[in-house]
């Protein structure tokens, strides 16, 4: 039957091919991609979803981006037997398929700007790249469980959930994982973490009933289960440690749901109650207050004012199954018979790595307490932005004077930090990486 479904939708796909996913602009988004509509009337918030062809029709599971043009997807075992992985370095205009080296199907994945990262699947399958998802060696996880979340709230400190209530844990990058106890029997979907120590997990039945979310404040040391539901949650989004959001429904008695806590996961609320017989399977939030659920039946809730009100993306695609945005201007969705779906904020140019200038210059990289930035443009005309591992656009103090920009960076801890430089006049956009380092 699953097999029949997929079939059903990758002939739906052949028959659409690349298009933009609104009634207003009806060209495809090229290299060099330009989002400018010019109509009197409002655009809704789907007019930046774009179809992308990635040469497949397995279903792809979970994405992760470096920044806006460099990521890898993972999904389900390919003809040849191995679990997919695809890799794009230019947006989405072309993707490489990548070996993964395992026959199992792969559920979750997330990459660092130093160029490791990690996937995880079916069968306890880790899978590790030094070179940014060129090529992957397997990791000892020390189960069998089926792995399908994986979630590292900083570069050392990460988490795996997947079946049976497995949580795994590691605070030395990976190297090593140490199992923790849930008190959960049924599978675990997805898990975020917004600190170390502070993170929920989501859980369902096979047959999308039982929703659970669990929580842990002392980095899994103890788990909690803090909200339940008679229908399955398999998608939870984690913008800060007292906002929570958590999706899901019953595709067969029940509906698509979304529930918030805004106390830190003491108390709960259903904020959306969607489509009858659907299911939200993935999650976002650029910020608190802004964020996409993904779902069956082309259903993609999206809040832009903390979850009080949702509308719907409209993308039209069956099957959405995973999403994530490197910053809050750019994401990427993805689902069955190969879809993949990017989104890029309305009046936004993004440039790709080719096309890069050397009008912008940073130093010191690594920085300690003052990050300079030096440019063509008159400092007063472009928007300084800073990202951290996990796309969060993060609160800076910047002194601009003529061509030059100075942020402070004392208050940032070390990692890797994606810097992105937009012109306001025209709304070109160049992205640069720099670390901190005490």
């Not at 918030?45 to 062809?53: D, G, V």
């Not at 230019?90 to 792969?106: F, H, Q, R, V, Y």
């Not at 975020?192 to 404040?217: H, L, M, P, W």
């Not at 904020?271 to 650029?286: C, D, E, K």
Request: hydrophobic content about 35%; overall charge negative.
């Amino acid at each position: 039957m699953k097999n029949a479904f997929y079939k059903f939708l990758a002939s739906q796909r052949k028959n659409v091919g690349p298009m933009v996913l609104n009634h207003f602009c009806t060209q495809p988004i090229r290299s060099f991609l330009l989002v400018l509509c010019l109509s009197g009337t409002a655009i809704p918030a789907y007019s930046q979803w774009t179809l992308l062809n990635s040469g497949t029709t397995e279903a792809l599971r979970s994405p992760w981006f470096i920044d806006e043009n460099t990521g890898v997807i993972v999904g389900e075992a390919i003809v040849e037997g191995e679990g997919i992985i695809l890799k794009t370095t230019d947006g989405g205009t072309t993707w490489e398929i990548k070996s993964s080296g395992t026959p199992n199907a792969l559920r979750g994945v997330q990459l660092f700007g130093d160029s490791t990262g990690y996937a995880v699947g079916f069968l306890g399958t880790i899978l590790k790249t030094t070179d940014a998802g060129e090529t992957w060696t397997t990791v000892s996880s020390g189960t069998t469980e089926n792995l399908r979340s994986i979630h590292f709230p900083s570069h050392d400190t990460g988490y795996i959930a997947g079946g049976a209530g497995t949580m795994l844990k590691t605070a030395d990058a990976g190297v090593t994982w140490t199992p923790q106890n849930t008190n959960v029997t049924q599978d675990l979907i997805n898990v975020r973490f917004a600190t170390n120590d502070i993170g929920f997990a989501v859980s369902s039945t096979g047959t999308f009933t039982d929703g659970i979310v669990i929580k842990t404040e002392d980095g899994g040391d103890t788990w909690t289960s803090v909200y339940t539901n008679s229908m399955g949650l398999l998608g939870v989004a984690v913008p800060n440690d007292s906002t929570i959001y958590a999706g899901g429904g019953d595709n067969v008695s029940g509906a698509s749901y979304i529930v918030r806590s805004i106390d830190g996961g003491d108390t709960w609320e259903e904020v959306y109650n969607g489509i009858a017989n659907s299911t939200l399977r993935g999650a976002w939030f650029v910020s608190p207050d802004k964020g996409w659920f993904v779902g069956d039946l082309g259903e993609m809730p999206f809040t832009n004012d903390g979850g009080d009100t949702w509308e719907d993306d409209g993308t039209e695609f069956n099957g959405l199954l995973g999403i994530h945005f490197p910053t809050a201007m750019v994401g990427y969705a993805v689902g069955s018979a190969g879809t993949i779906l990017k989104y890029i904020e309305p009046g936004v140019f993004i440039i790709n790595p080719t096309e890069l200038t050397d009008l912008i210059e940073i130093y010191p990289n690594p920085v300690q307490n003052q990050l300079m930035i030096n440019s063509a443009i008159p400092a007063s005309e472009v928007s300084i932005r800073v990202y951290d591992l996990q796309g969060k656009m993060i609160d800076i103090i910047a002194t601009l004077e003529n061509t030059h920009a100075q942020i402070n960076t004392t208050a940032l801890p070390d990692g890797f930090y994606t810097l992105q430089i937009t012109n306001n006049k025209t709304g070109r956009s160049e992205v640069r990486k720099f670390v901190k380092q005490e």
